[in-house]
């Protein structure tokens, strides 16, 4: 996210929490597709594999405590 945001990639941040930038997920999911960089599917495990992070965890477990979209 940082380079993305140094070169000017990702859409402006909304907001700062506790001095971290912080965007609006249907928007940043929207820039994520137009931009190739999240594919139809499973947008969670998606974001997983774009940070690399190599979570293990329980995909149903996450998608539970997901924010209802608007």
């Known amino acids: 996210m940082h380079t993305w945001r140094?070169?000017?990639l990702m859409p402006e941040p909304r907001w700062t929490v506790s001095g971290q930038p912080a965007w609006d997920w249907p928007e940043i999911e929207a820039w994520?597709?137009?931009t190739g960089r999240l594919r139809e599917g499973?947008?969670?495990a998606a974001?997983?594999?774009l940070e690399g992070v190599?979570?293990?965890g329980n995909l149903d477990e996450l998608r539970s405590h997901r924010a209802?979209?608007?």
């Open 42 to 44: 499973d947008a969670h």
């Open 68 to 70: 209802s979209r608007r």
């Open 54 to 56: 190599g979570w293990e």
């Open 32 to 34: 994520a597709r137009r």
């Open 6 to 8: 140094h070169r000017k």
């Open 47 to 49: 974001l997983l594999e």
